[in-house]
């Protein structure tokens, strides 16, 4: 199922730590800017790694090429190679609805393209993009709420995969609002429009957005610079939650939330890697001196 | 603590203080001083004389429309409309030039808005910036500033003589749409770049395509500029004379006798006529003509005024 398997021994206990995706030796340059320099990271399998580091540091280009939205941006060019493990056999959403899917419900009324990824792919090589986005949830800076009701927010991304029936949507739909923690608020009000939310809200509701289409990774990008310190709270609950079932990116310019939430952190610096590791060595014993410097204030 | 020269002298009597307008003796701080006096007048004189100059605009629209009123007063009336032009176009009515002139613009509109409209959304949703596209946004500006005239020329060549459709209600609505395209494609692309760059990227990161993205997001949401410019446009292509003057509009015809491939009468050319050529008309009947093609002008801006404002008021975000 998964290519790449390291056993690391922590307090005794053995645990195992499968690598998600993998940047070898990755250059991304935006014309003569370089935005990641050389960059070689592995990120966990159902972990919460947090990216880290000063403005302009590449953190935000490295979520881009993961689910590769870097291909809008013309002037950007992109060296080295992405891996993505892949698992065999869960279609997205299949003709059974988005509880199945263990066996790959191909075939169905709607031309989806279930094809899953073939372990170790290369990012950057896959010929189905869509398929990839869909895996691979993303959460912005600023909330942006889709100018639709509340209920087809969240029935947004299944619809463009071909989900259209009412008796699979309105499950789905619920879910993923009691999961962003915003199904209490928005229940009586599902035709409201989105961009009528508060910032918080919306905030929440571009998460049930990412989650409804059931993805790997769930990416964040400075999820919480724009709303106010209780729906980050709320997030952060939810974020803890959902390590078990995804792997989770989060690019935080806050570096405590960094130290609340991660296991592990990845501190970037001008575009290059300084340093990778447990949430708790990068703070306690960080072994570049940059790194110690950042972690404790004293720039960025 | 005392504040002020309490101890010293007495203190001004309000009044005077605030008539004199000094700032820190007096017992009023928010008093307005002399300068804020001379800023106050600035103000109400720059507001009056640019409002003046706005409500002016009014004048030669009212003044325009007033004088055919009264000079076409007499001959006003439904009849006017439904009847056809007798007696050598000297008496009777429009009937034959209206219906003509709002088939030519119904057709140029169907040949121009498609075509306007999906340009629009290619240049502005998946055009590079690349040297062709510059080269096509050069064509169109260049387009949309050709005189009329030289489209009429342009219609004969194209439409009359090299494409065969001979002087007709085809060649004449083409030479229209042609003249009316470039301001449909440039106020579409402004419709559509209206609609905030976050909505799409939102959906390209659901895994949306982009044509997905455009038809459910981009479109619904800007279709009410997209309405306006077109609608904008057929006031335009009503009034004008030059291109239909060679490519498809004769002097008198029978309304029965329209067809694609015949040739019509239509408003603008038959004032023309009216004006210029037919000897022993009535002032009635000409600006009788006038009138209605002006009314019907007035009434398509008016039509695209509300439904902008309409649209306006139902903003989503």
Not at chain 2, 103 to 129: F, K, M, Q, W
Request: aromatic share 6%.
């Amino acid at each position: 199922m998964c290519v790449f398997v390291q056993a690391r021994r922590l307090h005794h206990k053995k645990i195992t730590m499968n690598v998600h995706v993998r940047f070898e030796n990755v250059t991304v340059t935006y014309g003569p800017k370089t935005a990641l320099a050389d960059v070689s990271l592995d990120i966990p399998e159902k972990r919460i790694l947090a990216v880290i580091g000063p403005a302009n540091s590449g953190k935000t280009t490295l979520l881009r090429c993961i689910n590769r939205t870097i291909d809008f941006i013309s002037t950007a060019k992109v060296r080295g190679r992405v891996l993505i493990a892949g698992k065999k056999g869960t279609g997205l959403i299949g003709r059974n609805g988005p509880e199945a899917g263990t066996d790959a419900q191909r075939g169905s009324s709607h031309q989806l393209d279930l094809s899953p990824f073939s372990p170790g792919e290369d990012i950057f090589q896959i010929r189905n993009v869509y398929e990839l986005r869909r895996k691979v949830g993303m959460v912005f800076p600023l909330p942006v709420g889709l100018p639709l009701s509340v209920y087809e927010n969240v029935a947004y991304g299944p619809r463009r995969a071909g989900l259209h029936r009412r008796q699979e949507l309105d499950p789905l739909v619920e879910k993923c609002l009691r999961q962003a923690m915003l199904w209490d608020e928005v229940k009586d009000r599902l035709d409201m429009l989105g961009t009528k939310l508060s910032g918080g809200q919306q905030q929440r509701l571009t998460l049930a957005r990412a989650l409804s289409l059931r993805p790997e990774i769930l990416c964040l990008d400075e999820f919480s610079i724009a709303i106010d310190p209780v729906t980050t709270m709320r997030i952060e609950d939810i974020l803890r939650e959902l390590k078990n079932q995804m792997t989770i990116v989060l690019v935080t310019n806050l570096v405590q939330q960094a130290r609340r939430l991660a296991d592990y952190t990845a501190f970037f610096s001008a575009g290059r890697l300084i340093e990778a590791d447990e949430t708790e060595t990068i703070f306690t014993k960080p072994k570049n001196r940059l790194t110690e410097r950042y972690v404790t204030g004293d720039f960025g | 603590m005392t504040l002020g020269n309490n101890s010293l002298s007495p203190p001004p009597s309000p009044p005077a203080a605030l008539l004199k307008g000094e700032g820190r003796l007096s017992p009023n701080p928010f008093a307005p001083s002399a300068i804020e006096n001379r800023k106050k007048i600035k103000e109400t004189i720059a507001r009056c004389v640019l409002g003046a100059i706005t409500f002016l605009l009014i004048l030669p629209v009212a003044a325009i429309f007033g004088y055919l009123l009264i000079k076409a007063w007499p001959a006003l009336g439904f009849s006017f409309l439904l009847e056809n032009p007798r007696d050598n176009m000297t008496a009777g009515g429009v009937w034959a030039p209206l219906v003509g002139t709002f088939c030519l613009v119904l057709i140029s509109l169907l040949l121009a808005a498609p075509v306007g409209v999906l340009a629009g959304v290619y240049l502005n949703e998946y055009a590079r910036d690349n040297w062709a596209t510059r080269a096509v946004n050069l064509a169109v500006m260049n387009l949309a500033g050709v005189p009329s005239i030289v489209h009429g020329l342009f219609g004969v060549g194209a439409f009359v003589l090299f494409a065969g459709m001979g002087k007709s209600m085809l060649a004449a609505s083409c030479t229209l749409a042609v003249m009316t395209l470039p301001v449909i494609i440039t106020s579409t692309r402004e419709a559509l770049g209206s609609v905030p760059m976050a909505f799409r990227e939102a959906c390209w990161n659901m895994g949306a395509t982009r044509w997905q993205t455009i038809r459910t997001i981009v479109l619904p949401n800007s279709l009410s500029g997209i309405l306006t410019g077109v609608i904008l446009q057929v006031s335009r292509a009503a009034g004008e004379t030059a291109p239909i003057l060679f490519t498809g509009v004769v002097f008198s015809a029978r309304v029965r006798d329209y067809g694609l491939h015949e040739s019509c009468m239509a408003l603008s050319y038959h004032l023309f006529t009216l004006a210029t050529q037919v000897p022993g008309v009535s002032d009635q009947v000409e600006y009788g003509t006038a009138v209605v093609l002006v009314g019907l002008v007035l009434a398509v801006n008016a039509a695209s005024i509300a439904l902008r404002s309409r649209l306006r008021s139902r903003k989503k975000w």
